[in-house]
């Protein structure tokens, strides 16, 4: 290498401030710590990540019981990848700018006229506002119309992540508790009937499963009516309905524009996607639509095309009917696995939307959040039900995913977590 060149590399590092020259003596590397930093740890000794109490995920392959997992084995991908390349032979360099920040047009007519059918939603394409997932759907919505110190109602038991994001943004949680019915809309009027909002999943209540019933979804809308509150919707897994049609939406009842109706595609097509929407009421169109310029720009337009191509040529549609079916086969190879081979210590209950199901510990004592510890060090992911709690005191209990699995690895996680605990009860 000829001398000049390495020269250059001398004084480009120098210049950065990574080594200190020091004349006749040479070319010290810089000491780039902090002041009162400590020396760093090897990486291949120590993962901060992986060894963190909190981190969610054992591994990025699907594992036993993991929730919020679809069945991405049973997606058809040799489709996918054809539509996806046949709309870049058609539309060429046209889909490489940013595109509308409200997300690509058509694919907003195409969920527009899908909620409007399945979901009984009433919006037009341009009040449709496309989002990274349903977290920053949700993320978007607090931020344009919550206050700090506002009071939100929230699911007790309940979806983390809303509760995440309504802290971040200085709300106050007033954890509402559940029942078979769904949000006890009677407790949140007693506990803070002048709250500003409630964040609600009326379809498929996380964790528990249970759906709204139609007398407090009413009650909801009035009370927010009356109290010029806001309701989020989370229609998460709405479409994996195993008895009778999905339950419509509370936005298809609202006559007093209440509702904000969020939606995602993690579930339906893939996770990695990241494609979510949110339909505000006209009147805020224009905040959310300015709130979403200043956040995040949306997936490749490319991508958001090929997803109208996949909803507007049918295939949508066949693939949640498949994917309805093939959950259905593994919640029932999970409760036939539970029933034969966990009678003792753990009853699972059918669920009738989504892709988990709850498993209520029988052992007097047991503790949840132990049990979920000593499954993670045999490779199974059952979150505890305590971690979903605020204030509710509920039975302990496991969430069990069953999406991400066929039945017969459902089956071979029934066994080792009967394992588990069959020597915990005898301990």
């Known amino acids: 290498m000829a001398r000049t060149t390495v020269v250059l590399a001398y004084e480009h ?6 080594v200190n020259g020091k004349g ?5 590397v810089a000491d780039l710590r902090l002041p009162g930093e400590t020396p760093r740890v090897d990486r291949h000794r120590e993962n901060p990540v992986s060894n ?9 392959a699907p594992v036993p019981f993991r929730i919020g997992e679809p069945a991405v084995d049973a997606f058809p ?3 996918w990848s054809r539509l996806y390349a046949r709309r870049h032979r058609r539309s060429g360099a046209s889909l490489l700018g940013y595109g509308d920040r409200a997300g690509y047009l058509p694919l907003r007519r195409s969920i527009a006229e899908y909620v ?3 979901r009984r939603v009433r919006a037009v394409p341009e009040q449709i506002i496309l989002t990274r997932g349903a977290q920053q759907a949700v993320d978007l919505a607090v931020r344009v119309l919550l206050r700090p110190g506002d009071q939100v109602w929230v699911e007790d038991p309940g979806y983390l992540g809303v509760r995440e994001v309504i802290k971040l943004a200085g709300g106050i949680l007033v954890p509402v508790p559940v029942d078979d019915c769904g949000i006890n809309v009677d407790a949140g009027m007693r506990m803070a009937g002048t709250a500003t909002m ?3 999943a009326p379809s498929h209540q996380f964790p528990l499963g249970r759906t709204l019933s139609l007398d407090r979804r009413l009650a909801l809308l009035e009370w927010a009516r009356r109290s ?5 919707e989370d229609d998460f897994d709405s479409e994996f309905r195993y008895a009778g049609a999905p339950i419509a939406s509370l936005q298809g009842l609202d006559t007093a524009n209440r509702v904000i109706y969020v939606g995602t595609f993690s579930k339906t097509v893939f996770p990695a996607l990241r494609l979510g929407y949110l339909i505000p009421p006209p009147e805020l169109l224009g905040r959310f639509c300015a709130a979403q310029i200043s956040i995040d ?5 490319a991508e958001q095309a090929t997803l109208t191509d996949f909803i507007e040529e049918g295939h949508f549609t066949r693939h949640v009917r498949r994917m309805r079916a093939i959950y259905r086969e593994r919640q029932e190879a999970l409760l036939g696995a539970a029933r034969q081979g966990l009678p003792d210590t753990l009853q699972v209950q059918a669920a009738e939307t989504g892709m988990h199901a709850m498993g209520w510990l029988t052992r007097r004592g047991a503790n949840d959040i132990e049990v979920s510890q000593e499954a993670r060090k045999h490779g199974i992911e059952a979150q505890p039900l305590s971690r979903y709690c605020i204030s509710a005191a509920l039975p302990p209990g496991l969430v069990l995913g069953f999406g991400a699995l066929p039945p017969r690895e459902l089956i071979l996680g029934v066994r080792k977590l009967g394992d588990i605990l069959t020597k915990r009860q005898r301990s």
Do not use: D, F, K, M
Request: with cysteine; charged share 10%.
């Open 13 to 18: 590092l120098e210049a950065e401030g990574y």
């Open 198 to 200: 409630v964040c609600v």
């Open 24 to 28: 006749s003596a040479g070319t010290i």
């Open 52 to 60: 963190a109490p909190n981190y969610s995920r054992l591994q990025s």
């Open 77 to 79: 991908t040799v489709l």
């Open 297 to 301: 720009s949306l997936s490749p337009t």
């Open 228 to 232: 010029a509150a806001w309701v989020i």
């Open 116 to 118: 409007g059918v399945s």
